[in-house]
């Protein structure tokens, strides 16, 4: 399982009509990630984190040709992070 991290900018939108597009595929999402929190950083960014238990079928969605207009005529670019737990001594 890989904890992912994604900025999510918006060049053509707001966080609310991402927001809206990003809900409506809760159920494709469910199929290859969990544990999803959606972070509302401004008016133009969001940060997702998520635990990816099937990153090909991530990549699959967000390779899908409609998935991909949308982000287009949207202005939405993504930077995805691997994240894992740093090391803390005394915890």
Same mark, same amino acid.
Not at 47 to 67: A, I
């Given at each position: ?5 994604? #900025? ?8 609310? !009509? ?6 409506? =595929? ?13 972070? =509302?950083?401004? !008016?133009?960014? +969001? #940060?997702?984190?998520?635990? #990816? ?7 699959? =969605? #967000?390779?899908?040709? !409609?998935?991909?207009?949308?982000? /287009? /005529?949207?202005?939405? !670019? =993504? ?6 737990? +740093? ?5």
């Amino acid at each position: 399982m890989l904890n992912t991290m994604i #900025v999510v900018k918006m060049k053509k939108s707001n966080f609310s !009509e991402w927001k809206k597009i990003f809900d409506e =595929h809760a159920e494709k999402q469910a199929k290859f990630m969990k544990d999803t929190l959606v972070g =509302h950083v401004d !008016e133009n960014t +969001a #940060v997702v984190t998520s635990d #990816v238990f099937d990153p090909e079928g991530m990549q699959t =969605h #967000v390779s899908d040709p !409609e998935l991909g207009k949308i982000f /287009e /005529e949207m202005g939405i !670019e =993504h930077t995805v992070y691997m994240l894992q737990p +740093a090391p803390v001594p005394g915890l």
